[in-house]
């Protein structure tokens, strides 16, 4: 697993960089943009991992297939004594975005394969806000 050491204050970037990707899928989504909806929501997720990462064990995943994320977050969860279904979700929304990202297909339509990337990086938040109380807020869900 390839992993970047940080300073553990810095995990506020991370955090912000993830709710801003979060809005910006919300706003994408309502304006019916939704590949660019499904891919914000997919770097809001590993953004909002590594913020997790970086303040729970001052490091965060480094690899570009985000499978180091996943992993990272899991050992993150044992150690705090958190049940790790986030860091599976997180898999679940990893997964598809080379797919949606570079193979030749286009979505032009709310497809289920973009609503349930949106809609688990929904749950992925409400998961990790609700059991890191250090990030704060859950950002507001709306567009």
């Avoid at 993830?18 to 590949?35: H, P, S, T, V």
């Avoid at 394969?113 to 507001?140: C, H, K, S």
Wanted: proline letters at 1%; glycine letters at 10%.
């Amino acid at each position: 697993m390839r992993t970047k050491a940080l300073e553990r204050t810095r995990f506020v970037n991370y955090r912000g960089r993830a709710d801003e990707f979060f809005r910006g899928m919300l706003d994408e989504a309502w304006a019916e943009r939704y590949n660019a909806a499904a891919l914000l929501g997919i770097h809001a997720a590993i953004a909002l991992s590594d913020a997790v990462a970086i303040h729970q064990v001052g490091k965060r995943a480094a690899d570009d297939q985000h499978l180091s994320a996943v992993r990272l977050l899991e050992i993150v969860c044992q150690g705090a004594g958190i049940d790790s279904r986030g860091a599976m979700r997180l898999g679940e929304i990893v997964s598809g975005k080379n797919d949606l990202a570079y193979s030749d297909r286009y979505v032009a339509t709310d497809t289920d394969q973009v609503q349930r990337i949106r809609r688990n990086v929904e749950r992925f938040f409400t998961w990790a806000y609700r059991n890191f109380g250090f990030l704060g807020p859950e950002p507001a869900q709306g567009g």
